[in-house]
Structures are given as C-alpha cells and as structure tokens.
C-alpha cells in the first residue's frame, strides 16, 4: 500500500525567512504533486513532477524530487502572509480504473508578520 | 481551460434523505472521474473511480451501496449519499481526469460541502 508522509504538518513562519516541507512515499511513483489549499476551498495545482531530478519553481515556490529517496521538497523563499495555506503533496500511481493519487496528510503553514 | 464544476457548493439536509452532487467538466472530455471526501483538518481521501458507461471502482471501507456514482457521459458524474447520516457530513471534492487513462491530469472541482442535521 502506498504511503505519502508529509513533515511538518504544522509550519509557522516569519516573513522573510526560508522554509522546506518534505514528502516521503512509499513506492515508486509516476508522478507527484503539489497542491495549495485556502481554508474552505478545493485545491490548487502548484507543480508537477515528472522525473528524478526535476526542479520547478513558481514565484517564491520551488518543488523538487529525488525519485531514488522517494522524496520532494518544497521549499518556500522569503515566506509571505499570503503563502499561509495547506499545503499537499500527492503521488500517483497506474491504476486499473486509472491514475489514482494518493496524497500526504497535508502542512498547514501560518506566515505571521 | 480544464474547468471542472461541482454542484451545490454547499448543502444542508436532514439524517435520513439523500443528496446527490454533480461533477461537470466544462471544457473537456473526462475519461476518469475521482471522488474524494475531506474531515476538516485532514487530507483528503480517495473514495472511488469512476469511468464513463461503467461501474465505479470503489476504494477499500468506502459503501458503494450508500455513495452511488453514475458517470453517465464524458462530462458528468454524480454523487448520491443515500440516507445520509450526521457523520456524512465532511467536504466532498471531484476531480476530471484528461489525458486518456493512465496518463490522466486531474483538474479539481470546487468541492461540495455537506451538513447533515
């Protein structure tokens, strides 16, 4: 059975200063996800990736993936109140009925001024 | 492009009846269709897979006879709790797969948020 574990769960930041959250899964994947998510809202797709070694960044964003430690991280520049969000990490694997994606139990982070 | 819709984006209603949700995807043809349930302060759980003109594959301790889901076209999915009861109540969330099977970018819907007294 596939596992997504996400540390910390909980990440208060100041604004300014950098910030990772990791996800470990269990087994090999074809695909893992970052996703953003506002309190009361559905979520929001932030990154994709692909491959071992692949890096994406998106403003102060920045997601990479270490397929052979079944690891990614995201790592979060400068932080700002308006990253204050949960933040998911999701794996995906071939299913028979399709890709079904198996997410991590979330980072609520909190940027304070 | 690769809007997906949920409706209600909220309901209300009592223990006992039933509620059906609606998942479209506006732009694009779905080949898979996901439904997932949210408790507040968790992540979010895979409740079943559906794919159009067939039975909904459903995941481990989730009823299939109380969570219908008819996915009767490319761009419509439906949910049904049937005699929901008090601890139904959480956040239900589909998603439209697109790419062909196997290789499916899901888009996330809106998500339905359900109370029931």
């Known amino acids: 059975e596939l596992k997504v574990e996400q540390n910390p769960l909980f990440l208060s930041m100041q604004e300014g200063k950098n910030y990772t959250i990791y996800c470990n899964y269990s087994t090999t994947s074809d695909r893992l996800y970052w996703y953003r998510q506002d309190p009361g809202k559905s979520l929001e797709s932030l990154f994709v990736l692909l491959s071992n070694g692949a890096v994406k960044q998106e403003g102060r964003l920045m997601a990479s993936l270490d397929t052979k430690a079944r690891l990614s991280t995201l790592h979060i520049t400068a932080a700002v109140h308006d990253l204050s969000a949960t933040y998911f990490c999701a794996v995906d694997i071939l299913g028979a009925a399709g890709n079904k994606l198996t997410f991590g139990g979330g980072t609520r982070v909190l940027v304070k001024p | 492009g690769a809007v997906v819709s949920q409706h209600p984006s909220w309901v209300i209603c009592k223990s006992g009846t039933s509620v059906k949700i609606e998942c479209r995807s506006l732009d694009f043809q779905a080949t898979t269709m996901f439904w997932y349930r949210q408790f507040p302060k968790q992540s979010l759980m895979l409740m079943a897979t559906s794919n159009e003109g067939s039975k909904a594959t459903y995941e481990q301790g989730v009823e299939k006879d109380k969570f219908l889901i008819n996915h009767a076209s490319l761009t419509l999915s439906t949910l049904t709790v049937t005699s929901a009861h008090p601890e139904d109540s959480s956040f239900y969330i589909c998603?439209?797969?697109?790419?062909?099977?196997?290789?499916?970018?899901?888009?996330f819907g809106p998500g339905t948020r359900l109370l029931v007294l």
């Open positions: 998603s439209a797969g697109a790419g062909g099977i196997g290789w499916e970018t899901q888009y």
